[in-house]
């Protein structure tokens, strides 16, 4: 029986102090609202609604679990529970931050801050084949301060896609949904099966979970950098261990993008999860490494030597 | 040889146990271990992994019964460890070592031997104090020992968690090794992970072990540690070992290795993570409790 999909809370709906304004998107695991809360600040509000166990039908408000369900319902709870608590723990301008989490309608609510933009997607969608090189690497440079903060708190993402990177209006990059890290901790479930987009999700998030680490989301960044570049995803990665069909974008792209940007992204995308980039800031340095040398302004070696002695001044 | 021993390690709040712990004995000469695998997710784990066994193994090598030379043993399996990780580095392509504490101790001929470096540590308790303990290689420290910083304030400084010596990384590791330390009758070694020192303090440890049995005292102490480190808590390990004389009266618990075979050895080795993936059922108060957690985590950022 394939899963129906849930009825969203209509709009106008006074959710705790919060009324919902609209439906922004719906997941396999959630629906997220758009809404505003007392003082008309607008909010995300993302509520926890898996649709193979909890069914709400048009003009209801209490989703249903059956008998048979609860434990699975409760299960995905503590799962939600855990994206909260992982989003809790970090502050970080690239990162996605949650304001409140609260109970109500039978099930809980996460309420985030609500950004104003647009998805890395539709951006892609929009620009295909015309995205300049320039704004990959500032914009990719940004978002991987914020994928550091999160590895520096030992989570792991493990949702990384365009989907899920949010250009805000100035341009800076914010990370989204941490719904799928959840599933670092158990993955025995046979309800809730681990979850990934194919095209995205590393070799090893398919069978060798063991293996998972940060290295696994510099897999998903590459992916995403690989769509920046040729406009769709790569490969699913399940296939090319079994046959590999992805052509290098050195081999490839050379006449439009530069070659250390191009073998940084086939680096990253390495089936072998040791051979990748293992941390961010290995994969971060070489990202801005290349822009530095192209674009810093040559600054003239008097005003250099100046600037020098007054830091050596200011020591002493 | 004649003394009691308890291990016990626990995940914590993490994601993955990255502790190792193990303890092993001959006729003639005991070993502990306790490393704690540092930053990384799967790479900590592996150096503790690696140094564990690698120092285990080289124990059953070399103690036939005993060992020929306690100090130089732990000289040489230490720096093994060392290169070992380095070598599984090159086998596996990894672009940088993966590092870990390390804290060992060998006791034999009533004499113990002990070396380590990091901050996981050893603590020798006597007559219901503090006899001593191995100083942790962290920045901390170094501060606390120039004066600079009180225990206090190191207790809660943010950069506790960083050392400068390790099983390892790109440099080569600074191991520390101790005097030789003869044993008395009820002498108590304790070796420990930063998880269980770090909340619980020197006196906390020292009173949860006074005149108690390991057995009761060792998960009391980690229960105690985890609840004190709440939401954050750390792996936590440890291994006690409490010395008796040959002479002493035997309480149950006690292991005499008198009656081995020469070439027998016993091994205890916590080398396996356990994961706490199992279906568990939430209830109401949980749930509650839950949330709010997450509403003071929320909050604990608005307040700065």
């Not at chain 1, 997941?27 to 609202?33: D, L, N, Q």
């Not at chain 1, 989907?163 to 341009?171: A, E, K, M, P, Q």
């Not at chain 2, 005097?179 to 304790?190: A, E, H, N, S």
């Not at chain 2, 009656?259 to 109401?284: C, K, Y």
């Amino acid at each position: 029986m394939p899963p129906q999909a849930n009825c969203a809370l209509p709009a106008g709906f006074q959710l705790d102090q919060y009324r919902i304004d609209r439906q922004l998107s719906l997941g396999g695991f959630s629906i997220v609202y758009l809404a505003h809360d007392e003082a008309g600040t607008p909010v995300a509000i993302k509520e926890y609604l898996p649709n193979s166990l909890a069914l709400r039908k048009d003009g209801e408000i209490m989703p249903q679990v059956t008998e048979e369900h609860q434990a699975a319902f409760r299960y995905g709870m503590k799962c939600f529970f855990e994206e909260g608590r992982s989003l809790a723990k970090l502050m970080h301008p690239n990162v996605v931050r949650v304001l409140n989490f609260f109970r109500a309608n039978g099930t809980v609510y996460m309420v985030m801050q609500f950004e104003r933009g647009r998805t890395l997607h539709d951006f892609i969608q929009k620009h295909r084949g015309d995205i300049r090189e320039a704004f990959i690497r500032t914009a990719f440079a940004r978002l991987l301060n914020g994928l550091r903060e999160v590895h520096a708190h030992k989570l792991l993402h493990l949702d990384i896609k365009p989907s899920n990177i949010y250009l805000r209006t100035d341009g800076t990059p914010v990370l989204l949904d941490f719904g799928a890290s959840r599933q670092t901790l158990m993955n025995d479930q046979p309800i809730l099966k681990p979850m990934y987009t194919p095209g995205f999700a590393s070799p090893e998030q398919y069978d060798r979970r063991d293996q998972l680490g940060p290295w696994s989301d510099i897999y998903s960044v590459g992916a995403s950098l690989y769509t920046c570049i040729i406009g769709s995803a790569p490969p699913r990665a399940d296939e090319r261990v079994k046959q590999d069909t992805l052509q290098p974008l050195a081999k490839t792209q050379s006449d439009r993008f530069s070659p250390q940007l191009l073998e940084l992204i086939d680096w990253c995308l390495k089936l072998d999860p040791f051979a990748r980039p293992q941390s961010v800031y290995t994969l971060q340095k070489a990202l801005v490494h290349k822009s530095e040398v192209e674009t810093a302004p040559h600054t003239p070696w008097f005003t250099d030597l100046g600037s020098r002695l007054k830091a050596f001044i200011g020591r002493g | 040889m004649r003394f009691t021993i308890y291990q016990e390690s626990r995940i914590g709040q993490r994601q993955s146990n990255q502790d190792r712990i193990a303890y092993c004995y001959s006729r003639d000469s005991l070993l502990m271990v306790v490393a704690d695998g540092m930053g990384g997710h799967l790479h900590g784990e592996l150096a503790a992994h690696i140094a564990a066994q690698y120092i285990t193994h080289a124990f059953q090598r070399e103690a036939q019964p005993a060992l020929h030379d306690p100090a130089l043993f732990l000289s040489r399996a230490l720096t093994g460890a060392h290169h070992a990780i380095l070598d599984d580095t090159l086998d596996r392509h990894l672009q940088e070592a993966p590092r870990t504490t390390i804290v060992a101790c060998v006791v034999q001929d009533g004499t113990a031997y002990w070396a380590h470096a990091g901050d996981s540590r050893l603590y020798l308790l006597r007559r219901g104090r503090i006899h001593t303990r191995t100083r942790d290689h962290s920045r901390v420290q170094m501060l606390m020992d120039q004066g600079l910083l009180s225990a206090h304030d190191a207790a809660n400084h943010p950069g506790r968690n960083r050392i400068y010596s390790c099983l390892g990384g790109t440099h080569s590791p600074q191991i520390e090794y101790s005097p030789r330390m003869d044993l008395l009758d009820g002498d108590t070694f304790v070796l420990c992970s930063d998880g269980v020192w770090g909340p619980l303090g020197d006196e906390a440890l020292l009173v949860g072990l006074v005149d108690t049995p390991l057995n009761v005292a060792v998960p009391r102490l980690m229960s105690q540690a985890e609840a004190r480190a709440g939401e954050t808590a750390d792996n936590l390990s440890m291994v006690a070992m409490t010395w008796h004389d040959d002479l002493s009266t035997a309480g149950p618990d006690v292991i005499s290795t008198q009656t081995m075979a020469l070439n027998h050895f016993t091994t205890e080795i916590d080398l396996s993570s356990r994961s706490i993936g199992q279906l568990v059922d939430l209830d109401e108060d949980e749930i509650e409790r839950a949330i709010r957690e997450i509403n003071a985590a929320i909050h604990k950022f608005d307040k700065r």
